[in-house]
C-alpha cells in the first residue's frame, strides 16, 4: 500500500529535477549527488511499488520495527539495525509491517561513481541488504543528508550532501566486508587480534571456530586479500609501529611484545612490510 499522506513529524526533502541536471553536470556532484532524503517515523501503511525500478540508487535504513522488500523474485523481512540498497533500475517494491510499522532513514542518489559504490557494499541480485554494524552512524550521515537539504538546495549544499553519500556508502561497503558478530572468521579475527603477542597454528584455529583449515583459509583470502598469519603478522606489525611511534623500547623489546623475539627476524619482517628498518621508521618525522 502507498499511503498518500505523511508520517507525524517526519522529514522530506526534493531537490528539483531541474536542479539534479545541472548538478550532475558540475565537478564533484557529477560522481554522487542525492536528489531525495528523508526520514519516516513509525511508517504504518508506508510502501512503495515500482515495477520498472527508480532512476535513481535508493538506501533504506531501518532505525526500529520491521518491514519488507520484495525483489529479484523473493521477499525478504527487514529488522531494526539492516540497510536497504536498491540500484536504479532494480523493479522492487517495500513497505512496512502493519503490526510493527518501521522508522527508516533514506535517500536517493545518481552519480557516475553511484554503481561502484553499490559494487563494493556488495550488491548483487538476490542481496539488497546489509546488516549494519554500526545503525546510529548511517542514520547520523542520513540525518545530516536531510538537514542540509532542508536548509537548502545550493551548489554548495549539494556538494555537502554529496560528500555526506560518499561517506555513507563507504560505509556501507565496511559493514558489508566486516563479518557478522559469531561467525567463524569474526570469531577467529578477534582470537588473532587477542594474541598479537603469540603464535597460532591455523589448524589448532579453524579447529576452534569450527571449520577445516582449507576453509578458514578462503574466509580470509576473501575478508583480507591473504592468509591466516599474514593478517597476523600484519597485526603485529601494527602493533610495532604503535610501540616504536609512542614509546623508547628498545626496538628488540618491541618485537619480543609483538611475538618476534628474534631481533634479526623481527627486523626483516619489519623491512619487508614497511620498506625501512624499525630504527628508521622510528627516526622518522610523522604527522
Excluded at 539495525?81 to 532494480?90: C, Q
Excluded at 611484545?257 to 627476524?265: A, E, I, Q
Aim: hydrophobic residues 40%; charged residues 25%; proline residues 6%.
Amino acid at each position: 500500500m502507498e499511503r498518500a499522506d505523511g508520517f507525524d513529524r517526519q522529514r522530506l526533502s526534493v531537490v528539483p529535477r531541474p536542479l539534479v541536471a545541472a548538478a550532475l553536470e558540475r565537478p564533484v556532484t557529477r560522481r554522487i549527488l542525492v536528489t531525495d532524503a528523508g526520514w519516516f517515523p513509525h511508517a504504518r501503511q508506508h510502501g512503495r511499488h515500482r515495477p520498472q525500478g527508480a532512476e535513481e540508487t535508493i538506501v533504506i535504513v531501518c532505525a526500529s520495527g520491521t518491514g519488507w522488500l520484495d525483489a529479484d523474485g523473493a521477499r525478504q523481512r527487514i529488522g531494526s539495525g539492516r540497510a536497504i540498497v536498491l540500484p536504479g533500475g532494480v523493479p522492487h517494491s517495500y513497505g512496512s509491517d502493519d503490526e510493527d510499522p518501521w522508522t527508516i532513514w533514506w535517500c536517493h542518489v545518481r552519480g557516475s561513481d553511484v554503481p561502484e559504490l553499490v559494487a563494493a557494499a556488495g550488491n548483487r541480485a538476490g542481496n539488497r541488504t546489509i546488516s549494519l554494524r554500526s545503525p546510529d552512524r548511517a542514520t547520523a550521515l542520513l540525518d545530516e543528508i536531510a538537514v542540509s537539504l532542508e536548509a537548502g538546495t545550493t551548489p554548495a549544499r549539494l556538494t555537502a550532501t554529496a560528500g555526506l553519500a560518499w561517506h555513507l556508502f563507504t560505509q556501507l561497503a565496511v559493514d558489508h566486508a566486516h563479518p557478522q558478530e559469531g561467525t567463524p572468521l569474526e570469531r577467529a579475527l578477534r582470537y588473532l587480534e587477542d594474541r598479537v603477542d603469540g603464535q597460532v597454528q591455523v589448524s589448532e584455529l579453524a579447529a576452534l571456530v569450527g571449520v577445516s583449515p582449507s576453509h578458514l583459509a578462503a574466509l580470509f583470502r576473501h575478508a583480507t586479500g591473504g592468509g591466516v598469519l599474514a593478517h597476523h603478522n600484519a597485526l603485529k606489525m601494527a602493533r610495532a609501529r604503535v610501540l616504536l611511534d609512542t614509546t623508547d623500547l628498545p626496538v628488540a623489546e618491541v618485537g619480543r611484545l609483538v611475538g618476534r623475539p628474534d631481533p634479526f627476524y623481527f627486523s626483516r619482517q619489519f623491512r619487508r612490510m614497511h620498506g625501512v628498518s624499525p630504527r628508521a621508521y622510528r627516526e622518522h618525522r610523522k604527522g
